[in-house]
């Protein structure tokens, strides 16, 4: 049985986060396959990267987990300094990289220095995300017998130099749809290496796999917090990369100039952003599983106001519940869900963004309903768990 090593920069069931969520599924999906070990460190959070757990060997839902201390926390004020400052200095060529993913972090040089001494302990190495300090610093040292997994997308930093021999070193990569291959290939001219479209399998709780036990959740949701009427919901982390700006910004705009509109937007996920205070917006933080499923399940839409993804596990959960996408176009995933789906709706803009507002809540219920079911349909055909884990044991058995 091959050994593997799955890093990501934060680990756990706690852990709020798109790309260590993915890591999380694909690690418990192959430890039937595979001697699986997660390289992680003992933070929770990425805004300050502040070790919150123990050290040392850890199991996660049957998965080891080796965690490492980072060396210093991030303060964001210095963060903000030194990423001003490179992008100043890279336009006279004068290029501080490596000073920027320190500052981003996390840094761990004890995981890092763990890599390269247990390189042959190992048959693959897998790095999940291309950001951070553990992939920057990691990769290199067993570069050939790497798969690197990057969750790219077109921001300012993927840009910056120090990435490049990530992207064109690594022995295979993995991305997650159609648009990040196109835009890395394009971007790091390595269509040479071996390489795969993945993705990820969708595999909702039982309950919520039957129309009857669906409608029931959704009836205690809306009872215990208390909502009634249409909505739409977003799902995830709020914050200023999210376009968490822009959404509000949208939704009270449009609220002001429709003001018979009955509708409301629910917020489910961590804020790191100020929420305005309207009784038509509902934030209501973490919640249970349970909770985030059913809120999904009875909303109109599912809206994603980001500009920056690679694949959106909470558009996909929420086109598996049935509840259509209502998404950015200027971000070319989420816009090519949408397309081939046929199950969400995507705008430009915000005169846009109003004209497709106004025309999906003027929807008849069978327009509707059809575009309900493709959603379904989509991720039914293309997001199922033994075709991805066929994939990645290819891919890792190739490398």
């Not at 690679?310 to 176009?329: D, H, K, Q, R, W």
Request: proline share 4%.
């Amino acid at each position: 049985m091959k050994k593997i090593a799955v890093i990501n920069q934060r680990y756990g069931a706690e852990v709020n986060g798109g790309s260590e969520y993915y890591t999380r599924l694909i690690a418990e999906h192959l430890k039937s396959y595979f001697d699986v070990t997660v390289l992680t460190t003992t933070a929770i959070s990425y805004d300050t990267w502040k070790n919150e757990y123990p050290a040392g060997t850890d199991n996660v839902n049957g998965v080891r987990v080796l965690r490492f201390p980072v060396r210093r926390q991030r303060s964001m004020k210095i963060f903000r300094i030194v990423n001003k400052a490179t992008f100043l200095l890279k336009k006279i060529h004068i290029h501080t990289d490596r000073m920027w993913v320190r500052a981003q972090g996390p840094e761990t040089p004890q995981l890092i220095a763990y890599i390269g001494q247990h390189a042959q302990e190992y048959d693959v190495f897998i790095f999940v995300t291309y950001l951070y300090y553990t992939t920057v610093m990691g990769l290199p040292q067993v570069a050939v017998k790497s798969i690197l997994i990057p969750t790219a997308h077109d921001e300012p930093y993927i840009h910056l130099p120090i990435y490049r021999p990530i992207f064109r070193n690594a022995a295979g990569i993995i991305y997650l749809t159609e648009e990040e291959r196109e835009f890395v290939h394009q971007t790091f001219e390595n269509a040479y290496l071996p390489h795969n479209v993945i993705g990820i399998g969708i595999d909702l709780p039982e309950q919520f796999r039957r129309p009857h036990t669906i409608k029931k959740a959704e009836e205690a949701f809306r009872a215990k917090y208390h909502i009634r009427g249409d909505y739409v919901i977003y799902a995830g982390r709020v914050d200023l990369g999210k376009n968490g700006k822009e959404m509000f910004t949208f939704f009270q705009t449009y609220k002001r100039r429709h003001p018979d509109s009955g509708l409301q937007l629910v917020i489910v996920g961590k804020a790191v952003m100020q929420i305005p205070k309207r009784a038509d917006i509902h934030y209501l933080g973490y919640v249970s599983e349970e909770d985030k499923y059913a809120a999904i399940a009875a909303a109109k839409w599912l809206w994603l106001p980001s500009r920056f993804e690679s694949l959106s596990i909470a558009l996909l959960e929420g086109m598996a519940l049935g509840t259509p996408g209502f998404v950015n176009g200027e971000c070319e995933v989420l816009k090519g869900h949408c397309i081939r789906s046929g199950g969400g709706v995507y705008y430009c803009g915000y005169e846009d963004f109003e004209q497709k507002m106004d025309e999906i809540s003027g929807y008849e219920d069978e327009r509707y309903q059809r575009m309900c079911r493709k959603a379904e349909e989509y991720v039914e055909r293309n997001y199922q768990w033994d075709g991805v884990v066929e994939k990645l044991c290819g891919m890792i058995e190739g490398c």
